[in-house]
């Protein structure tokens, strides 16, 4: 499959066989790969990738057929439904989970019933209580989290989605687990994003607690992470949050007036759902 996929950007590219190839596998083998009857290593593979400038990603994506792979899917999937706080989506997504089987589902199932069970009881009574989630759903995603002695991406991603349904003293540990491994992914983009998604959330978990001096080390590092023009949603989380602490530690009048301008953006950008959670810090 590979080989044929290759062969077809090699063609849309207008690039020969020697261009791709030379110096990492012979003319006679690249064609039999090509048509499927050779393997190569992975180390080969990305070696050809970088005569492509594709990324290991885009190929892939390529490779299924311009489609994203299961877990890009879902990744992709529960984040949008649960930003937009689509209650109808995320309970198709759960029967979906439901249908399938594997350690990783269940943990999918346990985070996608946990946000419905949240996203119910605020559009029901108006408040945003984690209390309301399965105690056995909490259970089943701290027990993944605290056996993964080292943590990928996939890990902090899942910490960075449930850091608001796990109890103090479980934070406090994961979070000194999730800080040796950060900064490998500072500059990595997909890294960056995830990073700032953590920290958001560590912000509005410390502002609730009223750990004002937490709230603004971690909004030194939202600012530091945050400087590129791609990052203007951070830009704006970081400015409301700025004048929550504004409000809290020198001027309340004015403080009130950044946070509620910064809300009024976020509304002007789609973001409503995100815009009315945040507002219940205004109180």
Same mark, same amino acid.
């Given at each position: 499959m590979?080989?044929?996929?290759?062969?077809?950007?090699?063609?849309?590219?207008?690039?020969?066989?020697?261009?791709?190839y030379e110096?990492?596998?012979?003319?006679?083998?690249?064609?039999? *790969?090509?048509?499927?009857?050779?393997?190569?290593s992975?180390?080969?593979?990305?070696?050809?990738?970088?005569?492509?400038?594709?990324?290991?990603?885009?190929?892939?994506?390529?490779?299924?057929n311009?489609?994203?792979?299961?877990?890009?899917?879902?990744d992709?999937?529960?984040?949008?439904l649960?930003?937009?706080?689509?209650?109808?989506?995320?309970?198709?997504?759960?029967?979906?989970?439901?249908?399938?089987?594997?350690?990783?589902?269940?943990?999918?199932?346990?985070?996608?019933?946990?946000?419905?069970?949240?996203?119910?009881? *605020?559009?029901?009574?108006?408040?945003?209580?984690?209390?309301?989630?399965l105690?056995?759903?909490?259970?089943?995603?701290?027990?993944?989290?605290?056996?993964?002695?080292?943590?990928?991406?996939?890990?902090?991603?899942?910490?960075?989605?449930?850091?608001?349904?796990?109890?103090?003293?479980?934070?406090?540990?994961?979070?000194?687990?999730?800080?040796?491994?950060?900064?490998?992914?500072?500059?990595?983009?997909?890294?960056? =994003?995830?990073?700032?998604?953590?920290i958001?959330?560590?912000?509005?978990?410390? *502002?609730?607690?009223?750990?004002?001096?937490?709230?603004e080390?971690?909004?030194?590092?939202?600012?530091?992470?945050?400087?590129?023009?791609?990052? *203007?949603?951070?830009?704006?989380?970081?400015n409301?949050? =700025?004048?929550?602490?504004?409000?809290?530690?020198?001027?309340?009048?004015?403080?009130?007036?950044?946070?509620?301008?910064?809300?009024?953006?976020?509304?002007?950008?789609?973001?409503?759902?995100?815009?009315?959670?945040?507002?219940?810090?205004?109180?």
């Open positions: 590979y080989g044929e996929t290759l062969r077809k950007i090699c063609l849309k590219k207008g690039l020969t066989q020697k261009e791709v110096n990492i596998i012979s003319k006679s083998y690249a064609v039999e *790969f090509e048509k499927g009857k050779h393997q190569i992975t180390y080969i593979l990305l070696e050809i990738l970088q005569n492509l400038s594709i990324e290991i990603d885009e190929f892939l994506f390529i490779a299924n311009y489609n994203m792979n299961e877990k890009t899917y879902y992709y999937t529960y984040s949008k649960a930003n937009k706080h689509d209650i109808e989506g995320l309970e198709d997504l759960l029967k979906t989970l439901k249908s399938r089987e594997g350690r990783l589902n269940d943990i999918r199932i346990a985070e996608v019933r946990s946000r419905l069970r949240i996203l119910r009881n *605020f559009r029901d009574n108006g408040v945003y209580d984690t209390n309301v989630i105690q056995e759903d909490r259970q089943t995603i701290l027990t993944y989290l605290i056996e993964r002695e080292s943590w990928t991406l996939q890990e902090i991603k899942l910490f960075a989605n449930t850091l608001d349904l796990l109890d103090n003293e479980s934070i406090f540990i994961l979070f000194k687990r999730v800080s040796r491994v950060l900064e490998y992914y500072a500059d990595l983009e997909k890294g960056k =994003e995830i990073y700032c998604a953590l958001i959330n560590l912000l509005e978990y410390t *502002f609730k607690k009223k750990q004002y001096d937490y709230t080390i971690l909004l030194i590092q939202l600012d530091l992470l945050s400087s590129n023009y791609k990052e *203007f949603f951070y830009r704006t989380v970081y409301f949050f =700025e004048g929550l602490l504004v409000m809290k530690k020198l001027d309340q009048e004015k403080g009130r007036a950044i946070a509620e301008n910064m809300l009024d953006i976020m509304k002007k950008l789609n973001q409503e759902p995100l815009a009315k959670l945040y507002a219940l810090l205004l109180i």
